[in-house]
Every structure is written in structure tokens, then in C-alpha cells.
């Protein structure tokens, strides 16, 4: 087998497994919160799997280490031993070590760690290993060895099940030398012999260093099908030079990483049916396709009725495929949801608090690529719900609660867009401590004049944090405006409502795909623009006399009961010919970043659904622009990035 086809196989198992790991974690978790046995037998079969495809693939230091993990499972699932938290957190924290070992795969690094070393004793003593040891055999003491002899005798059954030995034997080659002895003793006469089962056994003496549990991996797939044992040689007799070993599988995958990383491969797991209906899509365009195609001699009146109809028929299938093509890139929430039990687990115990997760929503799908982006938000706002919002249980109490606090994350669709809401029952904002802290830094005068809405607004400017002591978990304020700024480059908002001994409600609101908007089209001189339709609060057309110009040139305007920035369209990106009195164009109010604006444009055009066009592999990063589309009469649009124009608003501001 090539390299290049042996790194993509080792890639699909490397996404396999990590699909293995978070079965075996969100498992374990279930079992720690009281779930029943038949979640140990999951676990277990998601390890086995894990090692066979790791001894398989090339990566005997995953297979050996979870042989480990799967012989401790295998006692809890016989009854051996009972299953309690220290086994499970064990067990968790080998679910990590994997994870990090497939990460340094991928990387093209060396498997083992210190963190490796740790675990594979831990799990060894959580099985009383020490103890046996005394009484085991002196060969089985040995771990580690220059010389070892294998006997190897397959079951006559072992070929039904596509299991191949001379395979087996080439793997171990990769440890070192062999000699390989076939033994014939079961071998029958010619007329009896039955070519589907294995009538031979070999006794191989392989030589070079290598360890028990390389060699055992190799076996994996065959357990149960054959007769093996692994015994070491102790002579001291030099063992001719090793042959030179294959190249490391890692590098491989290392090499296969970087051609991905370089032409931005990813990939997407989609359902067949989704296939299906592509295929069926695709099909029905190529009969409308044919029927146009009759029209292209001409046309004369008789046939404009069936004209009309084709083109009708081409613009539904257009629609329905560029759905059905967007469709796939869907994939569910659960994906990023599923790592937040354990997140959860582990902070309330560190912190000394109890919390209940509530998960809703979780098959609510959105864009992969908002989906890749939209972790990092819902983990600070999952941190800082524990270690600020939910108190613990001696303050519950007295506050009338029960000991335990609810943290809810919850997805929806509303329209055209995806709703996160993460939700806690915990004591809420504390208004008093977070004016006085944004007092102590100049960022308000004071706040009597401030609604709470306004007051929450203050958690998220950069370093705001009213946290008295700095830990790992908080005090440094770093986060909450990360959140924002995070979610306002996916072109989504995030709003806060919170009720002082209740709790609070953090809403994301993101668009279901980045590759598609809802615009308005608005005019700017000879130019076009597109203005996301989630951003826009209302278009309103002033007179002169509502503009406030204020020092330093800026531009205000009264909008029901505050006044707002107005940002000319046209100055902001060099328009020519564009309107340059107010009471000739519109402005239209839109929202990012947390505030509030108004563009002024020569006048809108009207809605369209633009596909976006990446600005940057085109040209270069401009301010302001979020990408381009093409719109129907050829011509390019470029698309308004209303977050960082407020950025930019903000900035000249100070200027």
C-alpha cells in the first residue's frame, strides 16, 4: 500500500475515533450520573474498536494504551469490579490522554507522553496489577526485549471472517527480523483439504527490540480466533542487525495533514438520503435542461406558454438544488453541545458547586462552518454561568433554593436564523458591583441615569471584570468581549437579560449559513451594496434639520428616544456621484457589535439572497466589507460588514 493511500486510510480512522472517544466520554458521564450497565458494554466496545483500528493503521502506542483501558473495562462490564467515580474519572482522563495521542498523530509527533506513562500505571494498579505480579511466570514479568517467540496458530474458522495470518505475519515484520517456521501437523490430505479454513500454525522468532504489547497488538483483530503465545528469548546470543525500519507511520499522517491544511480540505459526513435527493435534483434539471434546449432555433407564439413553463421549472430546480447543496453543509448542533457535560462536571467539582446541565435543541443544524466557529463563545459563556452565575449550595440555601443550580443550553431555529441560549438560575447581574467598577475605570459617570439593559451592556467592553480575586477560571477580564467580538465576525448578535437572584440569559443569534445572506441592496453613487437584512432595525428618510454635527466633525441623528452616529456610505468608501444632502437619500438603521448606526444611502433597491464571495483570496481585506456577490446583471456588490463598520465608526470617533 502507497503512502499517500495508507494516510488517508489513517485519517478516516482518526476521525472514527475521535467519534469513539466522545461516545466513550458522554457514556461515562451517563454512567457516573447513574445510568445503567449497558453503557459499560459501549464503552467497552468503543475502546475495542479504538485498539483494533489503531493496530491496524500503524499506531501500536494507541493500541497498547488502550488495551489498558479495555482490560479495566472488561473486568467492570464481567462483574469483577464495581464501577465508582475514581474509575470513571480514570477512565475520563484517558479519553483525554487518547484524544492528545491522535492530536500528536496528526502532527506528525511522537505518540507517548509523561501523561501516557502516568495513566498506563494508574490503570495497571486500578486492577490490582502490582499484587499479581509476584505470582505471575517470569516470562510474563518481561514487557520489553530483544528476541521473542511467537507461536501463532490460527482456529480453522479464521479466513470465514476475512482475517488473513500471512497479513498478521508482514505486521510484525515491522517490529524487526523473522524467521518464520510453518508448522503442518493439522495439515490434511489433498482430497480432505478445504481451501476456506486455515489448517496451518507458524512459530516465528522475531528479533529487534520490541514490546510485549506491540506484539499483542498486531494479534487484536484475531483475538478469540486463534491460539497465540508471546514468550521472550533470554539468551544473550547477538541477534543479527535489524532491518531498517519502515517509515513512521505519524510521518505520514504529518505529511497528509499538511497537503489538507495547504489546500483547506475538510470534510463533511452527510446521510445518503441527502445524496439522493441531490441526485434526483440534478436529474430533473437535465430533462429542463433538454426542454429549453428545443427552443434554440427560435421561438414563435405558439410556444411561449411551454417556454414560460420551462424556464419556471428551471428557476424551482435552481432553488430547490442551491437548498439541497446548502443542506449538506448542515450538520447538528449536538456536535458542539456534546463537549460541555464534561466541561460542566469538572468545573462544578472543582468549584464545590452542583449543577444539573439541561441540553434542548441539540439536532437544531446550522452551517459547518458557524458551527466550527461558534465553541469558543459557548465555553466562556458555560465558565463564567458556573463560576459567576450559580452560586454555591450553603448561598442557595439561604437565598430559598435548592441546592443544586440548572445551566440550560438551548438551540432553535427563528426565521432565518439559529438561537443559542445559555441560561442559569444563578444569582444574576450584580448591578451595583459592575457600575462601580465601570466608574473606577472612567467608562461612566455614574449610573442613575442607566437601565439595567444599558448597565449589561457594560460586562462586555474589553477588561471589564468585577471579579476581586484573579484564578485560572476568571478575573483577568478576557472573555465577554472576545464572545461578542467572536459572534459579530459570524455576522450574529449577542443580547443579555438577567434578573438579580434569577439568573441571566445569554442570546446568540447567528445566521444558518455564512455562504448565503438575506440583503438589502442599496445604491451609493455608481456603486451597489449589499446591507445583511439581520442587521437592519429600520429605514428611515430624514430632513436637514434632524442632523446634530458634533466636535471633530462627526454626525448625529435623532432616533425615536436616543441619538445616533450616521455614517455616510459614500465617504466611508469613496463613492463618487453619491447624494450628499440628507433629505435625498435614506438612512437606514442597523445594528452591530453591540451599537447602533445609521447608513446613509442614495436609496434601496430592493431584497436578494446573495452568495458570498470571499474579498480576501480575490483582493485583500478591506475595513468595513465582509465579502462580494455578484449580482444578476453581472455586476459585482460588494457586502457590508456592519460589525466592523461600527468598529471603524468607533475608532474615528476617538480619533
Not at 459614500?570 to 457589535?593: K, M, T, W, Y
Request: aromatic residues 4%; hydrophobic residues 45%; charged residues 25%.
Amino acid at each position: 500500500m502507497s503512502k499517500v493511500a495508507l494516510a488517508q486510510f489513517q485519517q478516516v480512522f482518526v476521525e472514527e475515533s475521535l467519534e469513539g472517544l466522545d461516545t466513550m466520554e458522554s457514556s461515562l458521564l451517563a454512567l457516573d450520573d447513574g445510568g445503567d450497565a449497558e453503557l459499560v458494554h459501549t464503552i467497552f466496545r468503543a475502546a475495542h474498536s479504538i485498539k483494533g483500528g489503531a493496530a491496524t493503521f500503524g499506531f501500536p502506542e494507541i493500541s497498547s494504551f488502550t488495551h489498558e483501558a479495555e482490560s479495566l473495562l472488561d473486568e467492570v462490564r464481567g462483574g469483577k469490579r464495581a464501577i465508582d467515580g475514581g474509575i470513571v474519572g480514570l477512565l475520563l482522563r484517558t479519553v483525554d490522554c487518547l484524544r492528545g495521542m491522535f492530536a500528536r498523530a496528526q502532527a506528525g509527533e511522537l505518540l507517548d507522553d509523561a501523561t501516557a506513562a502516568v495513566l498506563r500505571g494508574e490503570l495497571a494498579a486500578a486492577m490490582g496489577r502490582g499484587a499479581e505480579a509476584g505470582a505471575a511466570p517470569a516470562s510474563a514479568r518481561v514487557d520489553r526485549a530483544e528476541a521473542w517467540t511467537i507461536r501463532f496458530r490460527p482456529h480453522p474458522g479464521m479466513l470465514a471472517g476475512g482475517n488473513d495470518p500471512l497479513r498478521l505475519i508482514r505486521e510484525l515484520a515491522g517490529l524487526g527480523t523473522l524467521e518464520v517456521t510453518a508448522e503442518l501437523d493439522r495439515l490434511p490430505a489433498l482430497d480432505r483439504l478445504d481451501p476456506s479454513e486455515c489448517h496451518l500454525g507458524w512459530t516465528i522468532a522475531l528479533r529487534g527490540p520490541a514490546s510485549r504489547a506491540d506484539i499483542a497488538a498486531v494479534f487484536d483483530w484475531v483475538e478469540g480466533e486463534c491460539d497465540l503465545a508471546i514468550e521472550p528469548v533470554q539468551a544473550a546470543a547477538p541477534a543479527p542487525a535489524p532491518a531498517p525500519p519502515a517509515p513512521a507511520p505519524v510521518a505520514d499522517m504529518a505529511a497528509a495533514r499538511t497537503q489538507r491544511e495547504a489546500g483547506g480540505e475538510s470534510t463533511v459526513r452527510v446521510a445518503i438520503g441527502k445524496i439522493d435527493g441531490l441526485i434526483n435534483l440534478v436529474g430533473e434539471l437535465v430533462i429542463t435542461q433538454s426542454m429549453l434546449d428545443t427552443f434554440r432555433d427560435g421561438v414563435d407564439a405558439s410556444r411561449l406558454a411551454l417556454l414560460e413553463q420551462g424556464l419556471a421549472q428551471l428557476a424551482r430546480h435552481t432553488r430547490e438544488l442551491q437548498e439541497s447543496v446548502m443542506g449538506i453543509r448542515m450538520l447538528p448542533i449536538a456536535s458542539v453541545f456534546n463537549r460541555f457535560p464534561r466541561m460542566v462536571r469538572d468545573l462544578s467539582q472543582k468549584l464545590g458547586k452542583q449543577v444539573r446541565l439541561e441540553l434542548v435543541g441539540e439536532h437544531t443544524e446550522l452551517d459547518k462552518t458557524v458551527l466550527e466557529k461558534i465553541g469558543d463563545p459557548l465555553v466562556h459563556l458555560v465558565r463564567n454561568a458556573i463560576d459567576h452565575g450559580l452560586e454555591p449550595p450553603a448561598q442557595r440555601r439561604a437565598a430559598g433554593k435548592g441546592d443544586t443550580g440548572t445551566l440550560r443550553l438551548e438551540a432553535s431555529h427563528r426565521g432565518g436564523s439559529i438561537v443559542v441560549e445559555v441560561s442559569d438560575d444563578g444569582a444574576g447581574l450584580d448591578r451595583a458591583a459592575i457600575v462601580a467598577k465601570a466608574v473606577q475605570r472612567g467608562l461612566i459617570a455614574g449610573g442613575d441615569g442607566l437601565d439595567d439593559e444599558a448597565v449589561a451592556e457594560l460586562i462586555f467592553q474589553p477588561g471589564f471584570s468585577t471579579a476581586a480575586v484573579t484564578t485560572d477560571l476568571s478575573g483577568r477580564g478576557v472573555g465577554m468581549d472576545v464572545v461578542r467580538r467572536n459572534v459579530a465576525d459570524l455576522g450574529g448578535t449577542v443580547t443579555i437579560r438577567s434578573t438579580r437572584g434569577k439568573g441571566s440569559v445569554f442570546t446568540i443569534t447567528l445566521p444558518l449559513t455564512l455562504a448565503i445572506i438575506d440583503g438589502l441592496t442599496a445604491a451609493v453613487g455608481e456603486e451597489h451594496y449589499i446591507v445583511p437584512l439581520v442587521s437592519i432595525v429600520e429605514s428611515v428618510q430624514l430632513g436637514a434639520e434632524a442632523i446634530r454635527t458634533v466636535a471633530g466633525g462627526g454626525e448625529l441623528f435623532r432616533f425615536r428616544d436616543e441619538y445616533l452616529p450616521l455614517v455616510r456610505l459614500h465617504r466611508a468608501f469613496g463613492c463618487p456621484g453619491a447624494a450628499q444632502r440628507i433629505e435625498d437619500g435614506l438612512v437606514i438603521v442597523v445594528e452591530g457589535d453591540g451599537s447602533r448606526v445609521g447608513l446613509f444611502v442614495d436609496g434601496l433597491l430592493g431584497q436578494q439572497q446573495a452568495v458570498v464571495k470571499s474579498l480576501e483570496a480575490n483582493y485583500r481585506r478591506v475595513q468595513g466589507i465582509s465579502g462580494a456577490t455578484i449580482l444578476a446583471d453581472g455586476s459585482v456588490a460588494l457586502i457590508v460588514d456592519i460589525a466592523g463598520l461600527v468598529r471603524l465608526q468607533g475608532g474615528r470617533k476617538a480619533a
